[in-house]
Nanobody, 122 residues
């Protein structure tokens, strides 16, 4: 059974930092792109960042470029999201996901975690 478990969310003041982590298990994720998405109340789930299997290619939403960094450790089957200079607009539930193709479309992702809440206060 595939499991993806996020951790590291919480409450932080604007300008602060958080590091999210996602641990994947239950199958090999060789060749899978890993990504982070987020969903704020009343809004659709949106792409945040993705990283290819090799880690050689990363891509970010414009809204987080320069603030967030995605990284993965294939030996541990983990993917992290370092979030700096956080803004209240980033408040959302953050989800990690895995896909066999490299995409920013959430409907193309095969596996999802349960999400972790990130709240940024002003």
């Amino acid at each position: 059974q595939v499991q993806m478990v996020e951790s590291g969310g919480g409450l932080v003041q604007a300008g602060g930092s958080l590091r999210l982590s996602c641990a994947a298990s239950g199958r090999t994720f060789s060749g899978y792109t890993m990504a982070w998405f987020r969903q704020a109340p009343g809004k659709e789930r949106e792409f945040v960042a993705r990283i290819t299997w090799s880690g050689g290619s990363t891509y970010y939403a414009d809204s987080v470029k320069g603030r967030f960094t995605i990284a993965r450790d294939n030996a541990k089957s983990t993917v992290d999201l370092q979030m700096n200079s956080l803004k209240p607009a980033y408040t959302a539930v953050y989800y990690c996901a895995a896909a066999r193709i490299c995409s920013s479309r959430p409907d193309l992702y095969d596996y999802w975690g349960q999400g972790t809440q990130v709240t940024v206060s002003s």
